[in-house]
């Protein structure tokens, strides 16, 4: 399984999202880091986290995937905590780690980064979402909000890595089935405005179902597209399943 990533600055003065991706282990790991922008040294924050956590998970020998990426994740948290000691700042990333080997998809997540399933003309997201959206999307269903109020409101996040403790960890503790012909999306929250919406766009079916070229490439085009004014950092990490064989 082979990754492929793109990345855009936006609006926004620097970039403050990070990645990893590499085989590790006869699999594949990829790592999707924000920097909490607003605050010092995001960026440096989310670089110390992605290159942590990539270079712990694949030091460990162990079987044990729960337990490898719980501890991949406490070391780029320890990252993330010595940054901040050694600049006299706070601030702080969201992390989203995916592990693919033998048809399963492994991941931990900590923040709103999404992790997208395409299968099947499908778009579904898989991992939690730890910003107040989530809570907001309550208010969504009960007719007090509207999607797009959520969408804009939301993004206060209600667990990242600080160098602290970690309020809410998504971690799977059994591997996901994959299926031949699936499509793996990891991002930041700049590709909201194009994924994260109710209802695909006819647009962004085709491009999605598109076998030629890179995922990752079209999908933060597509972001550019939207020429929003206030458009934040993407990052694209696309990971295909061949459609004849699990790899």
Known sequence: ????????????EKQEDAYAARPVAGGMLAVVCDGMGGHCFG????????????????????ADLTGRLQTALEAANAAVRSVYESQ????????????????LLHWISVGDSPLYLWRMGRLLRLNADHS??????RYVCAGGMTLREAQRNGHMLRS???????????????????????????????????????VLLPE???LLNERGGSLAAHLVEACRELNEEHADNVTVITLDVAFSTVQ
Do not use: K, N
């Open 204 to 206: 962004l079916r085709d």
């Open 160 to 198: 990242a890595l600080t160098g602290s403790r970690i309020p809410l960890v998504d971690a799977p503790s059994v591997g996901y089935p994959l299926l031949p012909g699936d499509r793996l999306i990891l991002c930041t929250d700049g590709t909201d405005s194009l994924l994260a919406q109710g």
């Open 88 to 103: 006299g700042a706070f601030g702080g990333t969201t992390l989203l780690a995916v592990f693919t080997r033998r048809g």
């Open 43 to 62: 960026d440096c924050a989310s670089r110390a986290a992605a290159t942590a956590f990539a270079d712990a998970f694949a030091a460990q020998e162990s």
């Open 132 to 137: 107040m959206r989530a809570v907001f999307e």
């Open 1 to 12: 399984m082979e990754a492929h990533v793109a990345q855009w600055l936006g609006r926004r």
